[in-house]
């Protein structure tokens, strides 16, 4: 699961490594996680996403703090005077598509297969839930050491900015509890079954190479046929040339050159995930569409910070799901929100099966 | 020939203990004998029949470096392994990432279940969050003494930034458990709680062993009547003093397939180059850049531990002179008959068609008795050689940097395997001395300094972050041994931070330089 959390996390939602562990954790102590279906969810039922907020390099040294999640669902549950009855991932990409699966696990809660984005994406507004009428807000923020701020905003992308502003002032990590929705509003608002498409997207790794297959075109197969409204396409194959990361604004920006021997070249553009692919200056994909960096040989998923140098990697694209790119969602997350001077265009319209 | 100046290069590897003589770079002579269980007297062995066959006076040597893979088949294998405790310092935090959360099962069945969790810690500023508890450091130390745990690690939150956290735990342990070892979780590994944890762990479950096989060849070093300051090999290729190892053998576990890549690069003179070694059972794949082993950019596992530790970027695939071969299904290994070629290849009179058979069979390499396999299909034998070529084919194209052909470099006693040409390398180099580029590449190798830290480049500017990285490394490098004139910078990354107020930028530095011979072999000339 945790190789399909980093494929759909698209360069970024950071290494789900210690999101990983927070899970074998609970389950080393005999707690498992219990996934339910969008339509196990009662139609009143209080449902909260949980995440981690900050810098992934903070992340692996501070870990998780159980006695601190804990809190913060007390404290979430105190502020609407009710019991979270289910827990929903804001994002499946990287870690934060383990955090509530661990907490689930702690407390006994469904986590619904299914989450906010498909995908990772950089800002906390950039969600079908906000994009469909849930508010990120009233939420509640805590650090490790109990310190706690609640933030009730009506606009998501003012509340983004607030967090973050919380998050830097606060050690550079929080946990949060994200857009409080009944049951009702997930069904009609959340991308579904990505749990199990991280799940599928790890099994199609895993068998093909248990089978001595080739686990790119593998994993290419599976996608290309999860759905009719579902496409994969192989963008590139070849070495990486150049890199280069920098830090802006808190954000991460940064470029990666991948190369073949006939010397032709693949561009992504990196804004936290990779917002854009071109293929000798053609777009070949672009968000909220996902772009994945695979190890060439065995499909290993690679996060942008993960690339280096070198490395033979295959580039592959993979369309956002429907939810994601109706006219509504591309005006939140579509590629003018990423300053790139073009429409959205679909994988599959871009790059011939 | 000047006093104490030659130096004895040694590899104790699974199948052979081989060794070097060479005086300044020239090879003086060379020998390659089986390993022992006990590997002293094997090195004992291997050392007197090298001085005897060069006639080289014991006392002309001034300097002893061994690379051993004898740590990491222990780990691997889970014997020699103690009673390990992890103390880590980081409540309130980290309580949801308990101390040897996924390890196997096998091997904490070995070392034990003995993970504790106190608070204390730091921020990534270096700011305290929580206070070293004193009371719970005596409540852990009473639980150990009690468990008769052989060796302790201690870890905390930001270990690099806060040393002194970790000291002040392993001193308290150190006076209520002396007999006990401590590893601090800061002196074996970088940023990444977790991994650097991981590697602290492994390297205090080995720490009674490497005391014992460190004092074992110090003991052969002066039974041979060597007058010589003893190094070890560590993973990156450079040396590390006997005290250093035995206090951190995890730092050589990946020494083998090191030094043979930078032999193969000192025989061949080649600073940019593939390196095929093959041996017995696998051929290693790597690749050397400017001199250096290309490594791993990726977290790497021991033993089934992941870790932070830097390590060579080698691949192993399946093929060495013991490799078993069917003509008829035209399969070659996995299996090898390994160091009991000389018992089972048909060529030394035994009954197994290994590839070392298929080579003399199809003339390019001539051992044994030729006759024996005479009897061979030319047609299969050709294709089995090409099928060799072509295993070697695809892990050289998985291990190089880019399309362009590089020289390749063919080491190791299996080097006559593979034909001269192959597929994306521009020319194959078989130097001579081939057979022994691992204990070569223990006798040149070079000492270094390593800083992986984070800076505030808001305070110092980001070239005075990077200039106080560098200053850090070249020092570092100079502790351990190196000329200082020698001394520069072959590795400087930058990895800036999100989400943090001011730039921060975490920065690793890597610095090397050449053994300074002159301080070390000057006190005690003999007569």
Redesign the interface.
């Known amino acids: 699961m945790a190789r399909g959390a980093v494929f759909l996390g698209a360069g970024g939602g950071g290494d789900p ?2 999101g ?3 899970v ?2 609970q389950i ?1 102590a005999g707690r498992f996680p219990r996934v339910a279906a969008l339509d196990e969810i009662a139609d009143d039922a209080l449902v909260v996403s949980i995440a981690g ?6 992340l ?10 804990l809190e913060l669902v007390r404290r979430t549950e105190t502020l609407h005077n009710r019991k979270v009855d289910a827990l929903i991932s804001i994002e499946m990409g990287g870690v934060n598509s383990m955090f509530p699966l ?1 907490l689930g696990a702690r407390l006994g809660l469904p986590v619904i297969d299914a989450d906010g984005m498909g995908r990772a994406f950089p800002h906390l507004e950039m969600t079908s839930f906000s994009v469909y009428g849930c508010r990120a807000s009233p939420l509640v923020l805590l650090d ?3 310190s706690l701020v609640t933030i009730d905003v009506v606009d998501d992308r003012r509340t983004e900015e607030l967090a ?1 502003t919380n ?3 606060m ?3 929080l946990n949060g509890s994200f857009y409080p929705m009944s049951g009702a509003d997930a069904k009609r608002t959340a991308v579904a079954g990505t749990i199990t498409q991280t799940l599928e997207i790890g099994r199609a790794i895993r068998e093909a190479r248990h089978a001595s297959a080739d686990p790119v075109h593998a994993l290419l197969a599976y996608l290309d046929q999860s759905g009719e409204k579902q496409h994969a396409r192989l963008l590139f194959e070849g ?1 990486i040339a150049d890199v280069s ?3 802006r604004d ?3 920006w940064g470029q990666a050159l991948v ?3 006939s010397g032709d070249e693949l561009k992504i553009d990196i804004q ?1 995930e990779y917002i854009v692919a071109r293929r000798n200056g053609r777009t070949v994909t672009v968000v909220p569409d996902i772009i994945a960096t695979l190890d060439r ?1 065995s499909a290993e998923p690679l996060t942008a ?2 690339l ?5 990697i295959a580039v592959v694209g993979f369309s956002a799901a429907p939810i994601m790119r109706r006219a509504e969602g591309l005006a939140v997350f579509g590629p003018r929100k990423f300053k790139l001077d073009e429409d959205f265009v679909g994988v599959e319209d871009l790059v011939t099966a | 020939m000047p006093t104490r100046t030659i130096r004895l290069g040694i590899d104790v590897g699974g199948t052979n203990t081989d060794a070097v003589l060479m005086h300044g770079r020239d090879i003086l002579g060379t020998n390659k004998s089986f390993t022992t269980s006990d590997v002293t007297s094997g090195v004992i062995e291997s050392v007197e029949r090298l001085l005897g066959d060069t006639g080289i006076p014991a006392r002309a040597v001034g300097h002893v470096m061994i690379g051993t893979t004898q740590f990491i088949n222990a780990f691997v294998q889970r014997r020699d392994l103690v009673q390990t405790a992890i103390v880590r310092a980081s409540l309130p935090r980290g309580d949801g990432v308990p101390p040897l959360t996924a390890w196997p099962e096998d091997l904490l069945a070995v070392i034990g279940h003995h993970a504790f969790e106190i608070h204390g810690g730091a921020n990534y500023d270096g700011s305290t969050y929580a206070d070293l508890d004193e009371r719970e450091l005596a409540e852990v130390a009473e639980t150990l003494r009690q468990r008769e745990i052989g060796a302790v690690a201690v870890s905390t939150t930001y270990a690099p930034l806060r040393p002194d956290i970790e000291e002040r735990m392993a001193a308290f342990f150190r006076a209520a458990l002396p007999s006990v070892p401590v590893t601090l979780s800061g002196a074996v590994g970088g940023l990444g709680l977790v991994d650097r944890e991981n590697a602290a762990v492994i390297n205090a479950s080995l720490a009674p062993l490497a005391q014992r096989v460190v004092k074992g060849l110090e003991d052969a070093i002066s039974a041979l009547g060597l007058d010589a300051t003893l190094f070890i090999s560590q993973n990156d290729g450079t040396l590390i003093s006997t005290e250093e190892a035995a206090r951190h053998p995890v730092f050589t576990c990946a020494a083998g397939p090191t030094n043979s890549i930078r032999g193969a690069a000192f025989l061949s003179g080649l600073d940019d180059a593939v390196v095929i070694d093959v041996g017995g059972t696998t051929t290693d794949v790597g690749s050397v850049t400017h001199g250096f082993p290309k490594e791993t950019a990726l977290p790497n596992f021991i033993g089934g531990v992941r870790t932070n530790m830097r390590m060579p970027d080698v691949l192993s695939v399946p093929l060495g002179g013991g490799t078993l071969v069917d003509l008829e299904q035209m399969s070659l290994g996995p299996a090898s008959v390994g160091h009991r070629l000389k018992q089972e290849a048909l060529v030394f009179g035994g009954q197994t068609l290994t590839a070392t058979d298929v080579a003399v069979a199809a003339g390019v390499a001539d051992l044994g008795d030729v006759a024996s396999v005479s009897y061979l299909p030319s047609e299969a034998v050709a294709k089995a050689m090409a099928s060799m070529a072509s295993i070697a084919e695809g892990a050289v194209d998985r291990i190089k940097t880019s399309a362009v052909p590089v020289p390749a470099i063919l080491v190791g006693g299996g080097h006559i395997l593979l034909p001269d040409q192959l597929p994306g390398v521009d020319r194959i180099v078989r130097p001579r001395h081939a057979e022994v580029a691992n204990a070569v590449g223990a006798a040149i190798a070079t000492v270094s300094g390593r800083v992986d830290k984070l800076y505030d480049t808001a305070m110092i500017g980001r070239d005075g972050a990077v200039e106080a990285a560098r200053q850090e490394a070249i020092a570092t490098a100079v502790a351990a041994g190196a000329h200082p004139e020698t001394v520069e910078i072959i590795e400087l990354i930058e990895l800036p931070m999100t989400h943090i107020r001011a730039g921060t930028t975490q920065i690793k530095v890597r610095a090397v330089g050449e053994l300074d011979l002159a301080v070390d072999s000057s006190p005690a000339i003999t007569a």
């Not at chain 1, 907020?53 to 903070?58: D, E, L």
């Not at chain 1, 280096?308 to 033979?312: A, E, L, P, V």
Request: charged share 25%; no cysteine.
């Open positions: 490594y210690v990983e562990l927070f074998s954790a080393e907020m900050g810098a992934p390099t903070i692996v040294e501070n870990l998780i703090s159980e006695r601190a999640l661990g490790d050491l109990g973050r998050v830097v002032a050690g550079a990590l070495k990361h920098e830090t808190g954000w991460h190369r073949n021997a936290n040989e910070e993960m280096r140098y070198g490395q033979r």
